[in-house]
């Protein structure tokens, strides 16, 4: 056939239903109007979209392509310059802008929702910031759910650079200050989830605090005492059971994780090497588990992890720490993703199909 625009709909849709990562849906949908079309009906089927490891660039680097030392030429997206991405939901982006603003973004159609003045959370730290060196306030951004103009209900947590937690809803004019009680020690926050309205935080000392919105306090209530936190630790829903996991790390990257679920029988928090054939996706983005099972390119029982240490040596041979963490096996496996190891950041992403069309 010399028009490759007029092949039928019903054969298009068998080439689509061959591309599993979103890489693949991009260029098909970049071929002509005609297969586009084809595209934006297809998109709207129930199909496993996989994370993908967008960088600050824009490049967009699929699963399927992560062992590979010299993937293919990437497909890129449109980012603000002189910016850094700090979270991650459902293809929506928190992007922390050098002149101190943040907002919310779609990066494939453009919208955008914009966050209250980081005004407050400067004030806090005007100890401990300085605007002419590379320390960013923000360390880390959640989503509670996909922001939406019709409605109020999206909230945006920020854990700052000293382990602070301030919140906002979406429309918010400032930013709310989560305190903990007094006989409570003091220690940083390293995540936090939504789960049910709630906000679920993870406190360095290996406590875990909840917060209803509903309520007009806005102090922190102890819920449970872990026992097992490090520096960089995480809370992940995976299935029905809520996971610790935490993670080590050298001034060169990452070295291990540890999982940690509750027994629930002596209610007492257990060190565990299988999570049911699941992977999970650590990084700026809010922590996602997926099951493994029936996706050939991904691992069940593995970690794949992504995260710019801040601090991290100058000789280490890659500002990005990214990587594959064997569970089972406690092997790592870090990536050296070719030419993206100058990137200043990448996080793990999962657009929409519908989006891209």
């Known amino acids: 056939m010399s028009n490759w625009s007029e092949l039928s709909q019903d054969i298009l849709l068998i080439v689509l239903e061959k591309l599993d990562n979103v890489c693949d849906y991009i260029r098909f949908c970049g071929v002509c109007s005609a297969w586009r079309s084809v595209g934006k009906t297809d998109s709207h089927r129930v199909r496993h979209q996989l994370p993908c490891l967008l960088f600050s660039s824009g490049r967009i680097l699929p699963i399927n392509q992560l062992p590979n030392p010299h993937p293919l030429k990437l497909p890129a997206i449109s980012l603000p310059q002189d910016s850094v991405c700090r979270g991650s939901y459902r293809g929506w982006l928190a992007i922390l802008n050098r002149d101190m603003t943040m907002h919310l973004q779609n990066p494939i159609s453009g919208q955008r929702f914009a966050l209250p003045p980081l005004t407050t959370l400067l004030y806090h730290h005007r100890r401990h910031y300085h605007h002419d060196t590379a320390t960013w306030p923000v360390r880390k951004a959640i989503l509670s759910s996909e922001p939406d103009s019709s409605s109020s209900t999206c909230f945006v947590s920020v854990i700052c650079c000293q382990g602070d937690l301030f919140y906002c809803k979406l429309g918010d004019s400032t930013w709310t200050h989560l305190t903990l009680p007094n006989f409570v020690e003091d220690g940083g926050f390293t995540d936090v989830i939504y789960h049910m309205g709630q906000l679920l935080a993870l406190q360095s000392t290996g406590t875990i605090f909840t917060f209803d919105f509903t309520s007009s306090c806005t102090r922190l209530i102890e819920l449970d005492r872990v026992g097992y936190s490090w520096n960089h630790s995480y809370m992940v829903h995976c299935g029905d059971e809520l996971l610790i996991v935490c993670r080590c790390t050298t001034c060169y990257g990452t070295t291990e994780f540890e ?50 240490l801040e601090w991290q040596s100058q000789r280490s041979p890659s500002e990005n720490d990214v990587g594959m963490y064997d569970l089972g096996q406690s092997k790592l496996k870090p990536l050296c993703l070719n030419g993206n190891t100058a990137e200043k950041t990448s996080i793990w992403w999962v657009p929409k199909l519908q989006w891209i069309c």
């Open 259 to 308: 999982v940690h679920k509750q027994d629930y029988t002596t209610k007492q928090w257990r060190k565990v090497k299988d999570i049911g054939g699941y992977a999970l996706f650590l990084g700026y983005n809010r922590s996602l588990a997926m099951l493994a099972t029936g996706l050939k390119d991904l691992k069940p029982n593995h970690i794949y992890f992504s995260y710019k």
